[in-house]
């Protein structure tokens, strides 16, 4: 279009475009000054919702006259497309001002004081804009902020009327909420527009209050990959406080935004007027303090010892000794996440590993418990146990900006840790400290030293969380280290070693029954052995894992690992969903960082069939245990439940890449290609699994179904033979029949098995409700009826 004449203007130059309008600087040749063009994109001219979206931005913005909002001259046609002519603006929009730094506290108080008058004009206008955030706000090279894109703006009645020439039709506001996620932008909802109700101007509030929040720290309140993640935190989680990422804030600043970010909108401020003035008297107070007389104070005389100790420095210096112990250098920033490094084993014994490992996961764990700190889990951060690679270089792979590194040594009834806090983003340490204590005290001793590393990077506590750190709990040497034994065979998790760590935890117990740790370890075997296919009977393992767990809980009803593994009883053998889900919370509630319980909380919303938040936690769970094969290919299996059978092929052969070895990530391929049709391929992952793991029936009932619906039914019974014989040896669920049968389409029988295995509890009901191969059935009333008994309904 460029040197076209569109009606009276002059096309110069494209200036940019996106989603909903490309803008062309003009020449308007009857009043000789330079404007800018907005049409719609070629690819939307036709759409109904887009010319809608373009013509409330015109109805909307022109009804306006304001110096902080884009000024609209004019609306017209060409070629049957409507263009806006607006005013011509040289500079940048907000989102590029900011790019991912603070802005100095004055430009954040000017530019918040104009946004906040142009909304103010606005809303006055009876014009809510929706659609509030960094790229819809233009600066201009004079410092002067424009609110722009009114796009998804909602039109009310004012006092007095109406505030436009039109109210918009039912039918308009009905197509443009049909859009869901369009009417905002996911990352700048207000709380009332994630849920879809009706909103008002103090949508408008709460969104500014997110872009002064971005303004003064250079990144964004609320972040996630998806929109689901993004609706979840703005619906129920806090940000982080603007004045910890942003130290130098004024706290009058913080309070500011804390109130525009209040979920209540009865307790937002009500008006853009009120966010105004708090703005203006916060900046006159700021031109106050920067302006008030200085008292000036004269340096003494240099004195000789002065001297020497400046020139002692220097040559330390010059030693290479490190001039930031003296504080020298200011830190690279707030410290918000921070992974434990393994503890090296001093002791000189390679069989006081296992200490060395336990001490690190009870480090982990503690500072876990703190909700304002990301912690990575132990499994990421085990990957880098002996490596030499440089810090900066882990800490970005871990993606934290702080690491814990250190020793510790058992000796007899002593035990003793030094433990070192670095600025990985600097390679620069913060805190150093040895402890020499009595094993007796050690898990007064972890929580002394998650202390010390919370101090040092001054994040915030909660009154419960400084009561936990606090805790002086004593427990007996011998059953400390029965229980870290425990804890490094359970962390194996062949049926081997699972027997083996159970033996431990009863020896520990045995030592200290008052010992709540051992009892919560005894619930994670106890499940871990029953769930998926293992060789105890489910409804054994269920009321051993709930006796242990309820027994620890008993005895410290603040241990986060027993919390889950009720959650986890629950959830597979009693389908008490609501207790399941009160148990996950407070799992997580204890321990924020708790990988595990986040990874189980999504299997229990795939269980229900609520995949966005099933997804959300497993991406949460991917967050803190960043390098765990296992939690990478099971995001995987969600996808698989959610029938997003390209995305869990995708993902699944990610995890293959870390796990290629893995029975369960093979069996979730296999059913992946089997859902695509690709039944060669799914035959031959279900085969390598039966390679993997021949003394389990891994995978059986998984090939005995593809060789079915793929019409070699022979194949099919012949597994099911196989089945029947190992079933005189050890525990075979009744499922692994079910899944076969179904797969011949013969329904009775499959009907039968599913019964069969509802009356043992069967850990495979946790999915009945979303798994693709009981589909032949689902409309057929005895299966409408297990649904029902469990708990679920289709």
Same mark, same amino acid.
């Given at each position: 279009?460029?040197?076209?004449?569109?009606?009276?203007?002059?096309?110069?130059?494209?200036?940019?475009?996106?989603?909903?309008?490309?803008?062309?600087?003009?020449?308007?040749?009857?009043?000789?000054?330079?404007?800018?063009?907005?049409?719609?994109?070629?690819?939307?001219?036709?759409?109904?919702?887009?010319?809608?979206?373009?013509?409330?931005?015109?109805?909307?913005?022109?009804?306006?006259?304001?110096?902080?909002?884009?000024?609209?001259?004019?609306?017209?046609?060409?070629?049957?497309?409507?263009?806006?002519?607006?005013?011509?603006?040289?500079?940048?929009?907000?989102?590029?001002?900011?790019?991912?730094?603070?802005?100095?506290?004055?430009?954040?108080?000017?530019?918040?004081?104009?946004?906040?008058?142009?909304?103010?004009?606005?809303?006055?206008?009876?014009?809510?804009?929706?659609?509030?955030?960094?790229?819809?706000?233009?600066?201009?090279?004079?410092?002067?902020?424009?609110?722009?894109?009114?796009?998804?703006?909602?039109?009310?009645?004012?006092?007095?009327?109406?505030?436009?020439?039109?109210?918009?039709?039912?039918?308009?506001?009905?197509?443009?909420?049909?859009?869901?996620?369009?009417?905002?932008?996911?990352?700048?909802?207000?709380?009332?527009?994630?849920?879809?109700?009706?909103?008002?101007?103090?949508?408008?509030?709460?969104?500014?209050?997110?872009?002064?929040?971005?303004?003064?720290?250079?990144?964004?309140?609320?972040?996630?990959?998806?929109?689901?993640?993004?609706?979840?935190?703005?619906?129920?989680?806090?940000?982080?406080?603007?004045?910890?990422?942003?130290?130098?804030?004024?706290?009058?600043?913080?309070?500011?935004?804390?109130?525009?970010?209040?979920?209540?909108?009865?307790?937002?401020?009500?008006?853009?007027?009120?966010?105004?003035?708090?703005?203006?008297?916060?900046?006159?107070?700021?031109?106050?303090?920067?302006?008030?007389?200085?008292?000036?104070?004269?340096?003494?005389?240099?004195?000789?010892?002065?001297?020497?100790?400046?020139?002692?420095?220097?040559?330390?210096?010059?030693?290479?000794?490190?001039?930031?112990?003296?504080?020298?250098?200011?830190?690279?920033?707030?410290?918000?996440?921070?992974?434990?490094?393994?503890?090296?084993?001093?002791?000189?014994?390679?069989?006081?590993?296992?200490?060395?490992?336990?001490?690190?996961?009870?480090?982990?764990?503690?500072?876990?418990?703190?909700?304002?700190?990301?912690?990575?889990?132990?499994?990421?951060?085990?990957?880098?146990?002996?490596?030499?690679?440089?810090?900066?270089?882990?800490?970005?792979?871990?993606?934290?900006?702080?690491?814990?590194?250190?020793?510790?040594?058992?000796?007899?009834?002593?035990?003793?840790?030094?433990?070192?806090?670095?600025?990985?983003?600097?390679?620069?340490?913060?805190?150093?400290?040895?402890?020499?204590?009595?094993?007796?005290?050690?898990?007064?001793?972890?929580?002394?030293?998650?202390?010390?590393?919370?101090?040092?990077?001054?994040?915030?506590?909660?009154?419960?969380?400084?009561?936990?750190?606090?805790?002086?709990?004593?427990?007996?040497?011998?059953?400390?280290?029965?229980?870290?034994?425990?804890?490094?065979?359970?962390?194996?998790?062949?049926?081997?070693?699972?027997?083996?760590?159970?033996?431990?935890?009863?020896?520990?117990?045995?030592?200290?029954?008052?010992?709540?740790?051992?009892?919560?370890?005894?619930?994670?075997?106890?499940?871990?052995?029953?769930?998926?296919?293992?060789?105890?009977?489910?409804?054994?393992?269920?009321?051993?894992?709930?006796?242990?767990?309820?027994?620890?809980?008993?005895?410290?009803?603040?241990?986060?690992?027993?919390?889950?593994?009720?959650?986890?009883?629950?959830?597979?053998?009693?389908?008490?969903?609501?207790?399941?889900?009160?148990?996950?919370?407070?799992?997580?509630?204890?321990?924020?960082?708790?990988?595990?319980?986040?990874?189980?909380?999504?299997?229990?919303?795939?269980?229900?069939?609520?995949?966005?938040?099933?997804?959300?936690?497993?991406?949460?769970?991917?967050?803190?245990?960043?390098?765990?094969?296992?939690?990478?290919?099971?995001?995987?299996?969600?996808?698989?439940?959610? @029938?997003? &059978?390209?995305? %869990?092929?995708?993902?699944?052969?990610?995890? +293959?890449? =870390?796990?290629?070895?893995? $029975?369960? /990530? #093979?069996?979730?391929?296999?059913?992946?290609?089997?859902?695509?049709?690709?039944?060669?391929?799914?035959?031959?992952?279900?085969?390598?699994?039966?390679?993997?793991?021949?003394?389990?029936?891994?995978?059986?009932?998984?090939?005995?179904?593809?060789?079915?619906?793929?019409?070699?039914?022979?194949?099919?019974?012949?597994?099911?033979?196989?089945?029947?014989?190992?079933?005189? @040896?050890? &525990?075979?669920? %009744?499922?692994?029949?079910?899944?076969?049968? +179904?797969? =011949?389409?013969?329904?009775? $029988?499959? /009907? #039968?098995?599913?019964?069969?295995?509802?009356?043992?509890?069967?850990?495979?009901?946790?999915?009945?409700?979303?798994?693709?191969?009981?589909?032949?059935?689902?409309?057929?009333?005895?299966?409408?009826?297990?649904?029902?008994?469990?708990?679920?309904?289709?």
């Amino acid at each position: 279009m460029i040197g076209q004449t569109i009606s009276h203007y002059r096309i110069l130059e494209e200036l940019g475009g996106g989603g909903m309008g490309v803008v062309y600087e003009a020449e308007d040749l009857t009043l000789g000054r330079h404007v800018a063009l907005k049409f719609v994109p070629d690819e939307l001219s036709h759409d109904r919702q887009a010319l809608e979206r373009f013509q409330r931005e015109a109805r909307a913005a022109s009804a306006l006259n304001h110096p902080n909002i884009c000024t609209i001259h004019e609306v017209g046609q060409h070629d049957s497309k409507p263009f806006i002519v607006m005013e011509l603006m040289r500079g940048k929009t907000l989102k590029h001002r900011i790019e991912g730094k603070p802005l100095p506290l004055d430009e954040v108080l000017e530019l918040a004081m104009q946004i906040a008058d142009g909304l103010d004009a606005a809303h006055a206008e009876g014009i809510v804009h929706r659609d509030i955030k960094p790229a819809n706000i233009f600066v201009t090279t004079r410092g002067q902020a424009k609110i722009l894109d009114f796009g998804l703006a909602k039109l009310t009645p004012v006092a007095g009327g109406v505030g436009v020439s039109a109210m918009p039709t039912a039918a308009t506001e009905v197509l443009l909420t049909r859009l869901g996620t369009t009417i905002g932008t996911a990352a700048y909802m207000s709380p009332e527009q994630v849920r879809g109700e009706e909103v008002d101007t103090r949508t408008d509030i709460f969104s500014f209050g997110l872009v002064l929040y971005e303004m003064a720290t250079g990144r964004q309140a609320f972040s996630g990959d998806t929109a689901g993640v993004l609706h979840d935190a703005i619906l129920n989680r806090a940000p982080v406080p603007a004045g910890r990422v942003n130290p130098e804030l004024p706290q009058k600043l913080e309070e500011v935004i804390d109130r525009a970010l209040e979920k209540d909108r009865k307790l937002r401020f009500q008006h853009a007027a009120d966010l105004r003035s708090e703005l203006q008297r916060l900046k006159r107070s700021s031109e106050s303090t920067q302006t008030a007389p200085q008292t000036i104070r004269r340096l003494p005389r240099w004195r000789p010892w002065l001297l020497l100790a400046c020139a002692l420095v220097l040559i330390l210096a010059g030693l290479g000794w490190r001039l930031d112990w003296f504080r020298l250098r200011p830190r690279a920033g707030p410290i918000h996440s921070i992974a434990v490094l393994p503890l090296a084993n001093l002791s000189g014994d390679p069989t006081q590993e296992y200490f060395a490992e336990g001490m690190t996961e009870e480090l982990t764990t503690e500072l876990a418990q703190i909700s304002a700190l990301r912690v990575i889990s132990r499994t990421s951060a085990t990957r880098f146990k002996g490596t030499q690679r440089p810090l900066p270089e882990i800490a970005k792979e871990l993606d934290v900006d702080a690491v814990v590194e250190g020793s510790c040594e058992q000796s007899g009834q002593r035990v003793r840790i030094t433990a070192q806090l670095i600025d990985a983003r600097e390679d620069r340490h913060l805190w150093a400290k040895s402890y020499d204590e009595d094993l007796r005290d050690v898990l007064a001793l972890q929580g002394r030293v998650a202390q010390a590393i919370t101090r040092e990077i001054a994040v915030k506590l909660t009154p419960q969380e400084q009561a936990r750190l606090a805790s002086t709990h004593s427990v007996d040497p011998g059953a400390y280290q029965l229980y870290l034994r425990g804890r490094f065979f359970w962390r194996k998790f062949s049926a081997a070693d699972i027997a083996k760590s159970i033996d431990y935890y009863q020896q520990a117990i045995e030592k200290d029954p008052g010992f709540a740790a051992p009892y919560a370890g005894l619930a994670d075997a106890y499940a871990l052995g029953s769930v998926g296919g293992g060789a105890t009977p489910p409804r054994e393992g269920a009321l051993k894992a709930r006796a242990a767990a309820t027994k620890a809980l008993e005895l410290n009803n603040e241990l986060s690992e027993a919390h889950l593994s009720l959650a986890l009883v629950h959830t597979y053998y009693d389908w008490d969903w609501a207790r399941a889900d009160a148990e996950f919370r407070r799992a997580i509630e204890l321990n924020p960082n708790y990988a595990e319980a986040h990874h189980f909380y999504s299997h229990y919303f795939v269980a229900l069939g609520r995949f966005e938040e099933s997804l959300s936690q497993s991406r949460r769970a991917l967050e803190l245990d960043p390098l765990s094969p296992d939690l990478i290919w099971h995001l995987g299996w969600h996808y698989l439940f959610a @029938r997003q &059978y390209d995305q %869990a092929i995708e993902q699944l052969n990610k995890g +293959a890449k =870390l796990a290629p070895n893995s $029975p369960v /990530l #093979r069996i979730a391929l296999g059913m992946a290609f089997e859902q695509k049709g690709k039944l060669p391929e799914a035959i031959a992952e279900y085969q390598q699994v039966r390679i993997l793991a021949p003394a389990t029936p891994f995978g059986l009932a998984e090939l005995g179904h593809a060789y079915a619906i793929s019409g070699n039914k022979s194949k099919a019974r012949d597994i099911l033979r196989q089945l029947d014989e190992l079933a005189k @040896r050890r &525990y075979i669920t %009744a499922w692994y029949r079910a899944v076969i049968y +179904a797969g =011949l389409g013969e329904k009775e $029988p499959a /009907l #039968r098995s599913l019964d069969a295995a509802a009356e043992e509890h069967s850990f495979g009901f946790a999915t009945l409700k979303v798994d693709p191969r009981f589909d032949p059935l689902r409309s057929d009333p005895g299966f409408q009826e297990l649904l029902r008994r469990i708990g679920l309904t289709q």
